[in-house]
């Protein structure tokens, strides 16, 4: 009793899944409806294998996987490194493992012309010692602003106080940690730049 002349597929331009399934008890009932069930769109999506993804429920729920697939579908990275995206915050910790390696550095400022402001010393980062010169180099109005402000004490450091935890460090985090890593967590920007201000004491 069944046909393949009478089988329909039933699109509609709101996905509104309540509506949907009314729909759908409602055709169930009808006398010369035989049955109906839903065609799902399967699609896979790009997981990152950073450790603790799995805990970050708010990507899944922004839809983050469906915008990284666009990318890694086509082998590249997402983000974009030309884009800067500020912590204006309390500052950020630039030389947590999974942040350095997308802290963004202000190339005017780089006096001796080696590509970088920062510098890996052992364990931390440091602001490269033949850049520091006191001069505000791209005269842009700060002096040596090699990643970033400090508001609070006016000064080009925006290191939470002894490089501890702060507020702006798991901003910084959310906006542009490291992505695919192996290690912390994802982020929304995967590889997008990220600017440090502090601009609050407390």
């Given at each position: 009793?069944?046909?393949?002349?009478?089988?329909?597929?039933?699109?509609?331009?709101?996905?509104?899944?309540?509506?949907?399934?009314?729909?759908?008890?409602?055709?169930?009932?009808?006398?010369?409806?035989?049955?109906?069930?839903?065609?799902?769109?399967?699609?896979?999506?790009?997981?990152?294998?950073?450790?603790?993804?799995?805990?970050?429920?708010?990507?899944?729920?922004?839809?983050?996987?469906?915008?990284?697939?666009?990318?890694?579908?086509?082998?590249?990275?997402?983000?974009?490194?030309?884009?800067?995206?500020?912590s204006?915050?309390?500052?950020?910790?630039?030389?947590?493992?999974?942040?350095?390696n997308?802290?963004?550095?202000?190339?005017?400022?780089?006096?001796?012309?080696?590509?970088?402001?920062?510098?890996?010393?052992?364990?931390?980062?440091?602001?490269?010692?033949?850049?520091?010169?006191?001069?505000?180099?791209d005269?842009?109005?700060?002096?040596?602003?090699?990643?970033?402000?400090?508001?609070?004490?006016?000064?080009?450091?925006?290191?939470?106080?002894?490089?501890?935890?702060?507020?702006?460090?798991?901003?910084?985090?959310?906006?542009?940690?490291?992505?695919?890593?192996?290690?912390?967590?994802?982020?929304?920007?995967?590889?997008?730049?990220?600017?440090?201000?502090?601009?609050?004491?407390?």
């Amino acid at each position: 009793d069944i046909y393949l002349n009478r089988i329909y597929r039933l699109t509609f331009n709101e996905k509104n899944l309540n509506q949907i399934k009314k729909i759908q008890n409602y055709l169930t009932k009808l006398p010369m409806i035989h049955s109906t069930e839903f065609e799902y769109l399967r699609k896979p999506l790009y997981t990152p294998n950073d450790q603790y993804y799995n805990n970050q429920w708010y990507l899944p729920a922004i839809n983050s996987n469906d915008a990284w697939n666009l990318w890694t579908n086509n082998n590249e990275v997402p983000g974009n490194q030309n884009i800067i995206l500020a912590s204006v915050d309390l500052g950020v910790n630039y030389s947590h493992p999974d942040l350095q390696n997308n802290i963004w550095q202000n190339l005017g400022e780089d006096a001796d012309g080696d590509g970088v402001v920062i510098v890996q010393n052992g364990n931390t980062w440091e602001f490269d010692p033949d850049d520091i010169n006191g001069i505000d180099d791209d005269e842009d109005g700060y002096e040596d602003n090699f990643i970033g402000w400090d508001n609070a004490f006016n000064d080009n450091d925006p290191m939470p106080p002894n490089n501890s935890y702060s507020h702006g460090t798991a901003v910084g985090g959310c906006v542009s940690a490291t992505t695919n890593n192996n290690i912390g967590v994802a982020s929304v920007g995967w590889s997008v730049k990220l600017m440090g201000l502090n601009t609050s004491n407390d």
